[in-house]
């Protein structure tokens, strides 16, 4: 009898023992999944993407977008809001991520008007004219595609920009290799759509402004 109650008990501390084994390995995987990317990482911030804010800035928005994304188009004046609510406070950065047939192109232009200083003057109207050289979301495959050289042109003239110059950048393809690296280290990131946003090296899990204002603040109390 005493013999049978040591085997119990033997086996009995050997299932709490497992128990506790598996609830630490459970809690360490958990916190693991949680923790966040780090602020540093070279994947998320890289010295010529396009900024916005002091460069001290308490808090990092890092946006991976495609200029072609419906998405990004109709989130840009919620972001131009919040950054302008946290002046001083924040610094947005630009990645892109092309998804889109006529992404690269949109993105070569941005980036040669960003050469003459109005990168973002570029951006915004890229995105408000989003449908004239876009191809839609749903369009039928008959529908007549975009003269995108010709558009670019027009819009580098409202923009006041030197169009020669425009056209050497797009001509010598100057930025390819920084949309290549800006496309990898998105997917190093698990960037899989547009627009996906990191605060401070945490991934913004749902587009929308409440969780981005919230994920912001957390932030700038710490």
């Known amino acids: 009898m005493g013999k ?6 033997l086996i009995a501390v050997a299932i709490v023992a497992a128990a506790i084994i598996g609830s630490y390995y459970y809690r360490s995987s958990v916190q693991s999944e949680r923790k966040p990317a780090a602020t540093a990482n070279s994947a998320l ?10 460069a001290d800035a308490k808090v990092t928005i890092v946006e991976f ?5 419906e998405a990004c188009a109709a989130f840009s ?5 919040i950054m302008s609510d ?18 690269v192109p949109a993105a ?15 951006q ?9 050289w876009g191809e839609r979301h749903g369009a039928p495959a008959s529908a007549p595609k975009p003269d995108i050289k010709a558009l670019f042109e027009k819009y580098a003239q409202e ?6 110059k425009i056209n050497a950048a797009i001509r010598e393809n100057r930025f390819a290799a920084k949309l290549d690296r800006d496309r990898r280290d998105g997917q190093s990131l698990g960037v899989r759509q547009t627009p996906t946003f990191f605060v401070n090296g945490r991934q913004l899990a749902r587009l929308n402004e409440a969780d981005l204002r919230s994920l912001i603040n957390e932030e700038l109390k710490k």
Request: glycine fraction near 8%.
């Open 124 to 132: 915004e109207l890229l995105f408000r004219k989003q449908s004239e």
């Open 65 to 69: 977008l495609d200029p072609e994304c």
């Open 159 to 164: 923009l006041g920009l030197d169009l020669e």
């Open 108 to 122: 070569n232009f941005a980036e040669a008007a960003g050469e003459q200083g109005k990168y973002w003057q570029a």
């Open 4 to 9: 049978d109650v040591k085997i119990l008990g």
């Open 45 to 54: 911030v890289r010295e010529d993407s396009p900024t916005l804010g002091p």
């Open 77 to 81: 004046p919620t972001l131009k809001k």
């Open 86 to 103: 946290y002046d001083g406070k924040a610094r947005l950065v630009i990645r892109y991520m092309p998804l889109h047939p006529n992404s």
